[in-house]
């Protein structure tokens, strides 16, 4: 083991000279160990700061490893970026704060770096392999990407919504996070929830002890998990490091916060996780996208998505939720980006909320898919008027798929028991400018909350697939990917639509 780290120091000091440009994978910490996770280091073309970034410190905070994963693909004009995305990989995968099966005094790794007038020695093994990392890359930046579990301006006891600084006073460090804080307020409407300064960081956290020990500049960026979805979590915390990066003249000035991922993949989907989507949608879209291999699912809002996001990416997916709140998220722009991204040969899957996205009979619908939705509104005696796109709860119904379904979804016991909860109940639009659609699945049974809307489920399509432009389309109105045992029909939907 001390020759392997031996050889992974000089490696390391190797790719910490020279600036020959692009992203460089440098190797793994506590390589061989359950703690084992990845650095990289991208060096720009010319002499120029340091930066070292870290996130997932604390395992139940996954904005920031999501955020630092997606920097380390940005294009540095100059100077260093040292990327440490996954630091506590164990904690991240489980979803826990602290490091797995360590005792009490060791499991917070942001207190595991050499403490305020003690030696210069950090604890755990991953500990010790950061700080080593730390100090060989002799940082003039330190930038720790964490979550708080509220706003500070409203919950004082948490830190979230802020920027700590190990030194506040630091004339590198201040004018630096004023220009940091005034460019992520700009993009948050309710002022309760602008990001703040606070002064000082924990003895024993990695940001204090470079500044003491390295002479750093180190921040905390502390972005908030409570009612905020993770895409715009991700989004703030890349903001933030974006402002951080032109101010010190690492980056350029026009450059975006998202760019393509530079490693070898077949297949990179955006999962949409802002307004109008639910909460376990995009967690059961993750789950299925495991299983697809080399491929790369990241969390998209309406920001990215006007931003030109969808660019890097061969799909979107819009998950279950509100049809119309995703479409009045996105607005008139973001829908437009869509379709384009689409008609450029772009992928589309819609379930559920995202299948009356993908609709031609709403004003706010998409308009990429030849179906409308039975939504119209009827007289209930005793009742009143009520519209039909409501069936009740969540419930079980029968689907089957046709030749073609299961040329595209594969096969399995038929018919498919399946979750539904108001998906459309779909049927031809005739619209002479779209493709008519490809019936993939028949419902075989149905649900209904009033007694209008019997007979109006069965045999209709579940699932039904299209082309726009160059691009194709699916539209699923139940919920296979709520379903270990279907999850492969989403897979291989999201595979189709991929070109793959």
Known sequence: ?????????????????????????????????????PYHVINGPEAGPTVFLTGGLHGNEPAGALAADQIRHWPIIKGRLVVLPHANQPGLKAGTRHLPELAKEEADLNRNFPRTDADNQASTLIGREIWRLAQQSQPDWVIDLHEGYHFHQIQSKSVGSTILASRPWDQRTRPVVTRMLSTINATITDSRKHFLPLRGTANGSLTRAAAERLGASSLILETTTREQPLSLRVRQHRVMVRTL????????????????????????????????????????????????????????????????????????????????????????????????????????????????????????????CNYNTFCETREIPGVGRKSMWYRGPSSTVTMQLTTE????????????????????????????????????????????????????????????????????????????????????LVARAIRWVGGL
């Open 1 to 37: 083991m001390a020759r392997l780290q031996q050889l992974l120091s000089a490696a390391l000091l190797l790719l910490l000279s020279g600036h020959s440009g692009g992203t460089l994978v440098s190797g793994l910490l506590a390589a061989g160990t359950k703690w084992e996770t």
């Open 245 to 368: 990066l032109q101010e010190i003249g690492i980056l350029g000035d026009g450059a975006p916060t998202l760019t393509s991922p530079k490693d070898r993949l077949d297949l990179r989907v955006a999962i949409y996780d802002g307004g109008g989507a639910g909460t376990s949608g995009p967690r059961n879209l993750e789950q299925v996208m495991k299983t697809i291999p080399r491929s790369l699912n990241w969390r998209i809002g309406p920001a990215d998505i006007l931003e030109g996001a969808l660019d890097h990416f061969d799909v979107v997916i819009f998950p279950g939720g509100s049809g119309s709140k995703q479409a009045a998220a996105l607005g008139i722009q973001g829908r437009d980006k869509v379709r384009e991204f689409i008609e450029r040969g772009g992928g589309f899957v819609g379930i559920c909320a995202g299948a009356y996205l993908a609709a031609a009979n709403y004003s706010w619908s998409l308009k990429i």
């Open 405 to 488: 379904g299961h040329e595209i979804l594969g096969r399995g016991v038929e018919p498919f028991h399946i979750r539904y909860h108001n998906g459309p109940i779909m049927s031809p639009a005739g619209i002479p400018e779209l493709h008519d659609y490809q019936v993939l699945g028949w419902f075989r049974s149905e649900v209904f909350h009033y007694e209008t809307q019997r007979g109006t489920m069965v045999n209709t399509p579940a699932i039904v697939s299209g082309k726009f432009g160059k691009g194709r389309v699916l539209s699923i109105s139940p919920h296979p990917e709520s379903s270990q045992k279907l999850r492969y």
